[in-house]
């Protein structure tokens, strides 16, 4: 079993920026694909950002391309989302995934374990 937990979402003003950090604990991640995914009000679970155990390839949602940054410091057993350049429509719960496959990393059913989330909000 994996323990997910995602931390640094918060309040920011478009334009503005936050890093997430997911620390995962139960076992090292470096066995895992890791996933970031948002949840907006009545709307479905997106993906946003997805990177190999290795830390490359990533995966990136067009919406969010160029702007975010997915990247893992396996000895910390963390995974970073960096959001620059944020917009209203980024506003969700933001979820950390890990998978075990390296395959399908856009979508959810690939995904094996989930934390609990973090709220992001961008005021216009």
């Known amino acids: 079993q994996v323990q997910l937990v995602e931390s640094g979402g918060g309040l920011v003003q478009a334009g503005g920026s936050l890093r997430l950090s997911c620390t995962a604990s139960?076992?090292?991640?470096?066995?895992?694909?890791m996933g970031w995914f948002r949840q907006a009000p009545g709307k479905e679970r997106e993906f946003v950002t997805a990177?190999?155990?290795?830390?490359?390839?990533?995966y990136y949602a067009d919406s969010v391309k160029d702007r975010f940054t997915t990247s893992r410091d396996n000895a910390k057993n963390t995974v970073y989302l960096q959001m620059n350049s944020l917009k209203p429509e980024d506003t969700a719960l933001y979820y950390c995934?890990?998978?075990?496959?390296?395959?399908?990393?856009?979508?959810?059913?690939?995904?094996?374990?989930w934390g609990q989330g973090t709220q992001v909000t961008v005021s216009s």
């Open positions: 990177i190999r155990w290795s830390g490359a390839p990533t």
């Open positions: 995934a890990a998978a075990e496959g390296p395959y399908g990393l856009r979508y959810r059913t690939s995904y094996d374990y």
């Open positions: 139960g076992r090292p991640i470096s066995n895992y694909a």
